[in-house]
């Protein structure tokens, strides 16, 4: 599958950040410009799904709700925001919204701080499918979130030889930071992963550094991936002091050096270019 098929997004680092996931209309992340880009496809739009309060990941959640209220569209249709619990930045953001949309709002718009092992029902998807919140390492003292998509399938259980009903890993997302805390389906292969890589091998010592925030590296996504046996890994969260050549290069190395064996995409801005 081609990851532009199932997939609107922004990502460059420090600017923006934010994936929108067509089949479940669940956005993840909602940096500066998502509304923008999105235009009525706001309307489709019932979860957000914010990692942690940084500005390249909330900075455009205020706009897409106003424009969600103004423009033309189902106005009717509820939107929830789901947050890392006690994230003061994204506590003073939903504060600001609030008063300003106080009985301005024509739909519903539910807002659930939420901490690890948090799951949410999408009904909107063909098959019965849910949404967990898992813990990433990123800034020092603060709760940072990823979230992955399972969704209902019948398999055959490699024991018994019969059929079997379990929740598929389909999508996987970090946001920011480095090793997820992450609980694999036993037998299953993570179909879409998209994993920071902010930073070359080289600038490692960037990525490791303690100050407000930490990230991963190009090697250290792929050497994960690997480890989990992913089908599609999406590196996201590039550095633009590196050109998508350089990226592309590294992580080509890696996949030779981490034996990994599925693809890799880089998305760089509003693109998602395949490596290789």
């Avoid at 003061?88 to 504060?95: C, G, H, M, S, T």
């Avoid at 949404?131 to 003292?141: I, L, Q």
Wanted: with cysteine; charged share 25%.
């Amino acid at each position: 599958m081609n990851p532009n098929d199932v997939l609107i997004s922004f990502s460059l680092a420090l600017y923006s950040q934010w994936f929108y996931h067509k089949p479940t209309r669940c956005l993840f992340d909602a940096g500066e410009g998502v509304a923008t880009t999105l235009g009525k496809k706001v309307y489709a739009i019932g979860h957000v799904f914010l990692t942690h309060g940084h500005e390249d990941h909330i900075a455009g959640i205020s706009n897409l709700i106003n424009i969600r209220n103004l423009t033309s569209g189902e106005q009717d249709k509820p939107l929830t925001i789901y947050y890392p619990i006690h994230d003061r930045w994204i506590d003073a953001l939903i504060e600001y919204i609030e008063k300003k949309q106080s009985g301005l709002l024509r739909y519903p718009l539910y807002v659930q701080p939420i901490k690890p092992g948090a799951t949410i029902e999408i009904d909107v998807a063909k098959r019965p499918t849910r949404v967990t919140a898992f813990e990433m390492k990123h800034s020092r003292g603060r709760l940072c979130l990823g979230y992955d998509i399972r969704q209902e399938r019948k398999v055959i259980d490699d024991a018994t030889g019969e059929p079997v009903t379990r929740f598929h890993p389909i999508f996987f997302y970090t946001g920011d930071g480095y090793e997820p805390v992450y609980d694999p389906v036993p037998g299953s292969r993570i179909d879409m992963a998209i994993h920071e890589a902010t930073f070359l091998a080289r600038d490692a010592d960037l990525a490791s550094k303690v100050v407000e925030s930490r990230h991963s590296t190009v090697d250290r996504a792929v050497e994960w991936a690997a480890g989990q046996d992913v089908k599609q890994l999406i590196l996201c969260h590039t550095s633009d002091r590196y050109h998508i050549d350089e990226i592309a290069g590294a992580a080509v190395q890696a996949k030779a050096q981490y034996g990994f064996r599925g693809e890799i995409w880089v998305a760089h801005c509003g693109e998602i270019v395949r490596v290789g």
